[in-house]
């Protein structure tokens, strides 16, 4: 049976995986009318069967997920990768433990890197969706046609985008076990007996609900549409887009296990390689788990898809033998697997990542790779956290269509940078060890550790830097000034001078702050959660000192002003911080002041609320976390200030003096909806 129905969604989400559920989170924050769907059925065991893959959270994901509320769950139930152990061979030919480094590079976040199986990390985001807005995952729906009406795409009201969505039976959705490795054996699965696996019966009765639709085929027009559908995304393919790269012979297996074994590392993260029989990677997880991966093949040879090797030799047992090989003289094996698998190492990255700006596509369905460094779910999830403010803002009439171009040009850099470190750690730890310094085909220790090292910055997730575009102010790279020197380099240092260690293009580092109302401690980052809203951070320094307090001023008057930029780009009936925020932090001392030493303009009133409380922050000690030095952290002179403005993602957009309201206004301006004039 076929009943036809039309619904119309700001954004349909195509994929529950990171990407897709990291999107809905968004369109839950920022009230957007979006529905999401996945082709897997509704039964939790299935579901969980084919999420058992990623594990590790860098810690600008844990950043991110702090940001949406819940990254102490996170934190509280994964294990804590604290040290690597460099494993090689000795002259004798034994492994032995070479070297060792932090984890995480000390300082760069107040997170570390944490490991945690990616079904609870799927829970996390559908309480969070759930606890804010009516979006709900429907599983067992497909798409199975899509359609972009050209001549419509930059109309903001409409919805150029034509969905068919077809809801399957529960069986239909089920997808078969044999499916699920590519060997066409039956992966075992652990799961439904790990304490890992959440409640899940109000989903089952969610799915029954759905099942009541089963076989209907609606359509649904969209404004917008991402495809974070996976590797074999559906909607790549309807937009014609393919994959790019290139693909090895190594063959990895990956095996989670309660390991049984003398080896001393086991409960920290290792690299190993020995003399002749290739390299693992110890991941120690949450429950006691181990992740091993572990290299089956040697040999190397790039070229086209077509020549994948044969991996339906191998099992579990095959695994462990190459392991135990590896590991020896140390003794490994197992009692419990919870989850096994097998890859191919390759690197691929899409042709376009959207196609008018109305049909994106993030995570997997734009860039593959090998699983060892930890990345794809991390930057699948990063994809759609820079897209979702963007859409939500253009859907939502605050902010000009022009910000959705800044999407691929951020996000293909970064695909491109991930493939391009992928390649370089993939090869160098699939590679043998160097014997000596003349042996120029083996990777030579201090190779492996210095990629390790700068691979580390990488993967952390810290070192994304964006480029210049219309939201974020990097002066151009163009022109030379009459003494030699480049514009950009001088404006750059202008700005930068006057906060060194805030990058535009990063992301904002945190210290600890004080309320200057209650005295309470925050990390500063903890002020910036993801709500869709930009913000204007004031560094107005020591008030004591007149310049100071004379640029306050100066940027307070224009910007209390009916005509000021925070007036004119928030909605009528808009509360005064839901498009941009103005955060004050100042160098104390704290018990100099009240609040009601600031401008009223930096502390809103609301007739039924009264004063905002939160506004206005101040760097001073605490009773009893510290000094947070967040003026020195960020290398702002508390004797000049400056202002700093965030995105909605907390990326650095503009550093420039406090009073200079001029230039701040014409940032805004560029991209921002003025909403005095809008119909
Ligand atoms: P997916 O997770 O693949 O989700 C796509 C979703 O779309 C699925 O739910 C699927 O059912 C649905 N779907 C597909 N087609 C359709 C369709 N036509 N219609 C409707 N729905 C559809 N990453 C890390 O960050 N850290 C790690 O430690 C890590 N370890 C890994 C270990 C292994 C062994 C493997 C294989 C991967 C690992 N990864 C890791 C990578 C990580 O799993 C992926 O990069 C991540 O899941 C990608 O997220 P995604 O949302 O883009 O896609």
Redesign the pocket.
Known sequence: TTKESVDHVDVLI?????????MALWMARCGVKARI????GSKPLS?QI?????????CR?LEIFDSFGFANRAWIESNHMLEICFWNPDETGKIQRSGRIPDTIPGISRFQQV?LH?GRIERFFLDAIESTSPIRVERG???TSLELDASLVEDPEAYPITIKLRHLTEEEAT?KQVATSANGVVAQDGLFRSNLAADDTAELLRGAELNSKANTVETVKAKYVLG????????RKQLGFSLEGESTDYI?G?LDIVPITDFPDIRMRCAIHSANSGSIMV?PRENKLV?L?IQMTTTEKTGEASSRADRSKINPELILQAAQKIIAPYKLTYRTLDWW?A?QIGQRVGTHFSANERIFL????????S???????????Q??YNLGWKIASVVKGTSHRSILKTYEAERSQIAHDLINFDHKFSRLFSGRPAKDVMDEEGVSLEEFKDAFQKGNMFASGIAVDYGKSIIVAKPSSTGTLENGTSESDLAVQTAQSLATNVKLGMRMPSAKVLNQSDARPWHFQERLPSNGTWRLVLFVGRLGLPECRQEMTKMCEPLGAPQSFLRRFTPQGGRYDSVIEVLTVHAGPRTDYTVFDFPKVLRPYDEVDGWDYNKIFVDDDSYHEGHGQLYEYLGISPDKGCAIILRPDQYVSYIGPVGDYESIDKFFSSFMVDQTTRN
């Open positions: 195509v994929g529950a995986g990171p990407a897709g559920m990291m769907v996945d082709k897997r579901r084919f999420n058992g893959q990623a594990d590790g959270l860098q994901t490991v990616q729906v497909l798409p997808p974070a559908d996976g590797a074999h995304s559906w909607v990895w990956v991941i992740r991966y698998t890859y993030a995570g997997d369905a734009v860039h593959t790779h699983p060892k460094a930890g990345q794809g779910m991390n930057v699948s999830m994809d759609a």
